[in-house]
């Protein structure tokens, strides 16, 4: 007998410069303007800042998704990240990042949530060996 191996999901993005000052990525209904300008745009994420979006948008996605397993209960979600770039070779040479969570959880419930978003997000476990990256979840103030 043999095994039928799972569908794997796939990722497609379509991406065309505009002008000298930037790009515009699209997927399904949705697009954003990226920052391709080599003096900057402000208006737009640049690629080391749609890579750190791109984790924070892992991080918020997979409490999502273990939330109604763990029957945790919030009321809100920040995720503070900031990256450091190392010029040669150019690389994301650290990033760090804050989960604030408002609820009334426990601690170990706390922790319990930080230990499902590092172990099962796809962003995470894809930047985390490359790169030093470090965090913590604290409750909201």
């Not at 409490?63 to 040669?88: A, C, S, T, W, Y």
């Amino acid at each position: 007998m043999t095994e039928i191996a799972p569908i794997k999901m796939q990722f497609d993005v379509v991406a065309q410069r505009l002008s000298a000052h930037a790009s515009r990525a699209s997927c399904k209904q949705a697009s954003i303007t990226l920052d391709t300008d080599m003096a900057g745009n402000p208006q737009a994420f640049n690629p080391a800042e749609l890579l750190l979006a791109a984790l924070s948008a892992c991080m918020i996605k997979g409490i999502e998704r273990v939330m109604p397993i763990l029957k945790f209960n919030l009321r809100g979600v920040e995720v503070h990240v900031h990256g450091v770039r190392q010029d040669v070779p150019p690389r994301m040479e650290s990033i760090s990042y804050e989960l604030v969570v408002d609820t009334d959880e426990p601690d170990r419930r706390l922790d319990l949530l930080h230990e499902n978003v590092k172990k099962y997000g796809t962003v995470f476990n894809t930047v985390a060996p490359g790169t030093a990256l470090t965090g913590s979840i604290r409750r909201k103030a």
